[in-house]
């Protein structure tokens, strides 16, 4: 991530740009369980446009979607999210703050080619 691209802020606040919840704490260790990103992103799995679907397999939810960041997984949270469902949104905003994870409001960019 660079930082000129990214701005720090409170998530409970913004409503714009999507939240990056870090697999870093605030005092900077790595956040385990190792699969944290993907448990938070498939309880959230339910919560998409439309509402849930019935499906044989997992697939996560585009409001909730776990990724890995220059080494670093996190959890994307789109503002969305908040607007269909405040209560999913406060457990992943109480989530990064309980566990003391960094969080940063940001637009993702595609990678250069």
């Not at 913004?14 to 870090?22: C, E, G, H, R």
């Not at 999210?81 to 940001?106: G, I, K, S, Y």
Request: with cysteine; aromatic share 8%.
């Amino acid at each position: 991530m660079h930082g000129a691209l990214l701005a720090r802020i409170d998530p409970m606040e913004s409503t714009d740009k999507q939240v990056f919840i870090l697999g870093k704490t605030r005092d900077g260790r790595t956040f385990r369980p190792s699969d944290w990103a993907e448990r938070l992103a498939g309880v959230m799995s339910g919560f998409r446009p439309g509402g849930a679907r019935k499906a044989s397999a997992l697939s996560y939810s585009p409001w909730c979607v776990p990724t890995v960041l220059e080494g670093v997984k996190c959890v994307v949270v789109h503002p969305a999210l908040r607007e269909a469902e405040p209560m999913a949104w406060d457990f992943c905003m109480n989530f990064a703050r309980d566990n003391h994870l960094q969080t940063v409001e940001a637009c993702l960019l595609p990678e250069r080619p």
